[in-house]
């Protein structure tokens, strides 16, 4: 789907904040809050249609400045609270934003365990590799040998591969985009959020204050359309091999996708046939009478 460059200004601006943005200037969070924005708008969707969660962090600092249902979760902890509202009501899309320190330092085993279950939601991962609301720090997926503020003799670890990483707990859907390329991150996002499982969707973003070596500029550089060098994302080994592959130029857009792969909530065998969501078989019931031990 093509997207028009200019979008229903009502539409738009049901998501709207007049909350002020405190992101510095150069920010790679004001492309994917506009790629975002843009997706949902796109979609049809209105703000009651749609819960976004977020992560602690620079990225997380978007919740307050997009219409929707939203969580504000705990840092590392973004994708077990989305998950778990997208299992108590799979009609409503869920999409959940990430900073890499809280997906892939801090909380990474709620990524691992995101991935293989195929929840059905959208992750956006917010990746500027470097922790950036608390200054600089680094992540996993900082690159080995930069100096960052809390280790000004250079990384010492080897960076983390992240699409190697996440390539091996055979996702069902892996696209990768950036900052600065909004109408290719609006199709992303679009096509992640109607995705049947749980989408993972890299987004690398340039830091200016923190990160001085993908910047704006490096990304521009070396981000390639993947389709239109003919990548057919059906292909998971070829996907794979792209996505890992960085050495030279970066592979961006829907690098990856199975939608023959039911979601978590679909394989639950006592689910089977049932129409209802469990948050329409929520039942009030008077507990007081169990109450009555604890006086
Ligand atoms: C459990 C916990 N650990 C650490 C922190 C401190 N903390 C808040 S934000 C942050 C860094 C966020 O980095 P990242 O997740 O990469 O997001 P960014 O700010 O770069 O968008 C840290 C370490 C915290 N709030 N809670």
């Given amino acids: 789907m093509k997207i028009p460059l200019s979008l229903s200004s009502s539409a738009m601006q049901a998501f709207s904040s007049p909350n002020r943005c405190t992101w510095c200037d150069g920010c790679g969070d004001y492309g994917i809050w506009s790629a975002a924005k843009r997706a949902l ?3 049809g969707l209105q703000p009651w249609q749609v819960l976004l969660c977020y992560d602690v962090g620079c990225h997380g600092n978007m919740s307050d400045k997009l219409g929707g249902y939203r969580f504000h979760g705990l840092h590392g902890r973004v994708i077990p609270l989305a998950a778990g509202a997208a299992l108590a009501n799979p009609k409503v899309p869920v ?4 900073g890499d320190g809280a997906s892939f330092s801090e909380g990474v085993g709620h990524l691992v365990h995101a991935v293989r279950s195929n929840y059905r939601m959208t992750f956006v991962l917010h990746n500027n590799a470097n922790y950036g609301l608390t200054t ?9 040998g930069q100096t960052m503020n809390s280790s000004p003799n250079g990384i010492p670890e080897e960076t983390l591969n992240s699409m190697d990483f996440i390539f091996s707990l055979r996702p069902t859907f892996v696209a990768r985009g950036f900052s600065g ?4 991150l609006t199709e992303i996002l679009q096509a992640a959020i109607q995705h049947r499982g749980f989408a993972f969707v890299d987004i690398l973003q340039a830091c200016p204050t923190y990160n001085r070596f993908a910047t704006h500029e490096w990304l521009l550089a070396h981000c390639y359309d993947a389709h239109a060098e003919g990548h057919d994302p059906k292909d998971f080994e070829k996907a794979r091999k792209v996505a890992v592959d ?10 990856y996708q199975n939608e023959d792969i039911p979601a978590f909530h679909e394989r639950l065998k006592p689910r089977q046939g049932v129409k209802t969501t469990p ?12 109450l009555k031990e604890f006086v």
């Fill in 181 to 184: 390329n909004i109408p290719q």
């Fill in 95 to 98: 999409i959940a934003f990430g």
């Fill in 279 to 290: 948050v329409e078989e929520v039942k009030i019931m008077d507990v007081s009478q169990w």
């Fill in 136 to 144: 600089g720090q680094a992540s996993a997926l900082t690159w080995q």
């Fill in 246 to 255: 960085t050495r030279e130029r970066v592979a961006t857009g829907i690098l």
């Fill in 41 to 43: 708008v796109t979609l």
